[in-house]
T-cell receptor, first 115, second 112 residues
């Protein structure tokens, strides 16, 4: 079945430490790939997206993500986490050619940052 | 986010009453979407629109209807609200299919 999986429901990292959030998808063809961030009580903000080309994608707020076709993964990384990065992070995919450009979201990973 | 607003931001309603949520955009984007967000489920698509008067169902459309009579407005109606529809509802817009969304700030709906 087509799906998007974020294996980690909750992650805690220390401020200044590196971060990697995992995302795996299951689709026949590589979909469009996205990462969104949601601060408490807010809507979702687009961090970065992958359509094609270079498999390492740079986004806003110092985030990057790497697309690995062989692993059907699109993991989000940040070299040094700041306390303001505490939020919920969603991976999303848009199957290519789907009518309406619908996004399918993972269940989200909540990030806590320790001082 | 700039260019997309949802109203109301918060609403408490009684079981069995009709409720309409409004999404308004000033970006002239073709695509508009309604999602609901619930703990443990991420965001799930309720309905979407790909043009004026063109709408289609998402994965959790039962109990909801939508209308889009103008490019800028996309209405979500709960015909007879139930407690299972207590949720946070997000509207999103996109200028083209697969481009990615801009989200509104959400409407927190409580059905008592």
């Amino acid at each position: 079945a087509q799906s998007v999986t974020q294996p980690d429901i909750h992650i805690t990292v220390s401020e200044g430490a590196s971060l990697e959030l995992r995302c795996n998808y299951s689709y026949g063809a590589t979909p469009y790939l996205f990462w969104y961030v949601q601060s408490p009580g807010q809507g979702l903000q687009l961090l970065l997206k992958y359509f094609s080309g270079d498999t390492l994608v740079q986004g806003i707020k110092g985030f990057e993500a790497e697309f690995k076709r062989s692993q059907s993964s699109f993991n989000l990384r940040k070299p040094s986490v700041h306390w303001s990065d505490a939020a919920e992070y969603f991976c999303a995919v848009a199957p290519r050619g789907n009518q309406g450009g619908k996004l399918i979201f993972g269940q989200g990973t909540e990030l806590s940052v320790k001082p | 986010d700039a260019g997309i607003t949802q109203s109301p931001r918060h609403k408490v309603t009684e079981t069995g009453t009709p409720v309409t949520l409004r999404c308004h955009q000033t970006e002239n984007h073709r695509y508009m979407y309604w999602y609901r967000q619930d703990p443990g489920h991420g965001l799930r698509l309720i309905h979407y629109s790909y043009g004026v008067k063109d709408t289609d169902k998402g994965e959790v459309s039962d109990g909801y209807s939508v209308s889009r009579s103008k490019t800028e407005d996309f209405l979500l109606t709960l015909e007879s609200a139930t407690s299972s529809q207590t949720s946070v509802y997000f509207c999103a817009i996109s200028e083209s299919a697969g481009y990615g969304y801009t989200f509104g700030s959400g409407t927190r709906l409580t059905v008592v």
